[in-house]
């Protein structure tokens, strides 16, 4: 059952009033994930790795432990930097993008979130 138009207002203003007040919260909530890799990171981390990798191969040639240990260090920042997520400055920025698609897609799916559980509680009873 859709919400009637003064609901959806209700629930808009109650979802800008938390985006005011707890940002990291309802980011935390929103149902519209960010990107989870991000495309930039995995080539700059791959190029690190294979870096790190020469390099502990030229300490294994050259029998110096200590290169062989920072080339497997600098493998492991490649990897690490690979696989992290990228640092959007979301807490900055949320105030200035109100009004911009990418808030109105994150609120669609906080919506679409709050409407799931709905129908989920009036289906069990």
Do not use: C
Not at 23 to 37: E, G
């Amino acid at each position: 059952m859709p919400l009637s138009e003064h609901e959806q207002r209700l629930l808009d203003q109650l979802e800008q009033q938390l985006h005011a007040e707890d940002p990291k919260f309802a980011n935390a909530l929103s149902s519209s994930p960010t990107r989870a890799i991000s495309t930039r990171n995995v080539v700059i981390g791959v190029v690190v790795m294979i870096a790190g990798l020469l390099v502990l191969l030229g300490g294994v040639a050259t029998q110096l432990l200590i290169v062989g240990i920072a080339g497997f260090l600098v493998m492991g920042a490649g990897v690490y930097v690979a696989v992290s997520k990228p640092k959007f400055s979301a807490d900055a920025g949320a105030p200035g993008r109100a009004g911009s698609k990418p808030a109105a897609k994150q609120k669609s799916g906080f919506m679409s979130t709050l409407e799931e559980k709905w129908d989920e509680r009036r289906r069990e009873q």
